[in-house]
């Protein structure tokens, strides 16, 4: 078992940046797969980005690539999602998730085990 716990979350403007942070315990973190998700108010939860537990593969959704990066460092068992030009359709609660088994290219949150309890992210002028 792992457990997860978001931070780095905020308001910042059209154009801007965060990053994102998933620190977490219990289990070993190189033993999973890692991925992003979001969701916003009315709205499903939405696959953003995964990496593998290497590091070394990642996957994205095609409305944050080229402007999102998913990675990771094992020696800190923590995980991040760096964010640059925000919009306002990328608000929404973010949350990482873990899993031994999934695909990086299985956006179903429902093949995730394990997850946060959610960073609240809104881009807003």
């Known amino acids: 078992q792992v457990h997860l716990i978001e931070s780095g979350g905020g308001l910042v403007r059209p154009g801007g940046s965060l990053r994102l942070s998933c620190a977490a315990s219990g289990s070993t973190f190189s033993n999973f797969n890692m991925g992003w998700f979001r969701q916003a108010p009315g709205k499903e939860r939405e696959f953003v980005a995964a990496v593998s537990w290497t590091g070394s593969n990642t996957y994205y959704s095609s409305s944050v690539k080229g402007r999102f990066t998913i990675s990771r460092d094992n020696a800190k068992s923590e995980g991040y999602l760096q964010m640059t030009g925000l919009r306002p359709e990328d608000t929404g609660a973010y949350y990482c998730?873990?899993?031994?088994?999934?695909?990086?290219?299985?956006?179903?949150?429902?093949?995730?085990?394990?997850w946060g309890q959610g960073t609240q992210v809104t881009v807003s002028s």
């Open positions: 998730a873990a899993d031994r088994l999934v695909a990086l290219t299985t956006t179903r949150p429902g093949a995730y085990d394990y």
